[in-house]
């Protein structure tokens, strides 16, 4: 059977969900200075009472210095605003940004084949997934000594990636954070995806990923308390699966696959290359149940509780 695309193929190919994140290579999306990833860095660095505290230390100062009626007042404004804008949207008045990119339904991980089609078997592909985490044990957090340069050289790693992804046989990467093991300085980690674990490999013993590696063994008795971790797992084909309900596009949903179109003409063959999203909608056929989404039944290892609210849409 053919499978539903939920997400238009571009010609040019977006981002990973990291990438767009640290705004790599681009303008800082907050004030000029900060990107969304550097800011959820610096939120995290510091417990919930260290900025309350912080808060209330510039709000004495403002009592200090400005009249009352002053130095009250952007606290009151601010929160103000805030309320009014979850009110608007709570009430249908105003448009709900959080709901941006979230697409409606159930929907799974389908890959195109060659020809940009989305047929044959589920999970009928293999899949290399990387788990990187890294964590400063550091009363500084991610201001100790070390940090830097070690975020300078994944993100250099992840430039090349992003720089060459048919080549590393790269589909997405996407970040989280930890952040049940203590209150701050939590610990970061990263999902990467490959098409297969060789490709992996031959990036990790190349000249950028090489490089922060030999710089690592150097230091490494520096930064004790500099903590680093990977996981690597190699998924062979009907042994994977992805489920969505009302979720915007966030792991392997958020990777790309390259499909390259042959034009063939008479003066010289020209090549394109598009790339596709791999959600596809699962309200129907074999994509209904876990099992079907691994090729290892028609869909219907769920019918027997009568309760699938899909099934009628």
Known sequence: MEYISLVKPTKERAPSQYAKAAELGKRKSFLGLFSAHEL??????????????????????????????????PAFVLLGLRIGDVLLMWS???????????????T??????????????????????????????????????????????????????????EEHGLLGMSSWVNAGDRAASSESMVIAYFKNVDYLHKFAHGTSHREGWNWWNKTVEEHPYIGLMHEVYMI??????????????????ATSSSVVDQLAEKSSPTQTTSWFSPIVEAQKGRLRSSAGRMGRDGGAGNEKYNDDPYAAA
């Open 40 to 73: 959820a860095l610096i939120r995290d660095n510091f417990t919930l009472t260290t900025w309350l505290l912080l808060g209330a230390c510039i709000q004495s100062l403002l009592f200090l210095y400005l009249p009352i009626s002053v130095s009250v007042a």
């Open 236 to 253: 062979t084909k009907h042994n994977w699966e992805v489920v969505n309900l009302n979720y915007h596009p966030a792991g392997l949903g």
């Open 92 to 106: 249908g008045l105003k448009h709900n940004h959080y709901m941006d990119g979230v697409i409606p339904g159930k």
């Open 108 to 165: 799974a991980i389908h890959f195109p084949d060659s020809h940009g089609t989305y047929t044959g078997d589920p999970a009928n592909s293999e899949i290399c997934v990387i788990v990187l985490a890294a964590r400063s044990n550091h009363p500084l957090g991610m201001f100790a000594p070390g940090i830097k340069t070690l975020t300078d050289y994944f993100n250099a790693n992840v430039k090349a990636l992003e720089a060459s992804p």
